[in-house]
């Protein structure tokens, strides 16, 4: 079993910045891929960006350049920088582990980016 907890969301103003941290449970080491996703009133979660273990990391096309996923294995925590805030990024976003053909979820934290 491994959880997730998240933090750093907030309310922004379009143009700024925002760190989100998930620590896990476990040792970093053990995950397969982790992940940042993101669900928008009257919308479907999407992937925001994943790190897999093989070094393959993934930005959404409407993050790339402007979010960065990352870790840090001392931690066991991972990161979702996020600059140059958009209002359309205003989300609950949710991090994610794959551990052992397991998907593990964080509770979510809201963050909101105003115009």
């Known amino acids: 079993q491994v959880q997730l907890v998240e933090s750093g969301g907030g309310l922004v103003q379009a143009g700024g910045s925002l760190r989100l941290s998930c620590a896990t449970s476990g040792s970093i080491f053990n995950i397969d891929a982790m992940g940042w996703y993101r669900q928008a009133p009257g919308k479907q979660r999407e992937c925001v960006a994943r790190d897999n273990k093989g070094g393959f990391t993934y930005h959404a096309d409407s993050v790339k350049g402007r979010f960065t996923i990352s870790r840090d294995n001392a931690k066991n925590t991972f990161y979702l920088q996020m600059n140059s805030l958009k209002p359309e990024d205003t989300a609950v976003y949710y991090c994610?582990?794959?551990?052992?053909?397991?998907?593990?979820w964080g509770q979510g934290t809201q963050v909101t980016v105003s115009s």
């Open positions: 994610t582990a794959h551990v052992n053909y397991s998907e593990y």
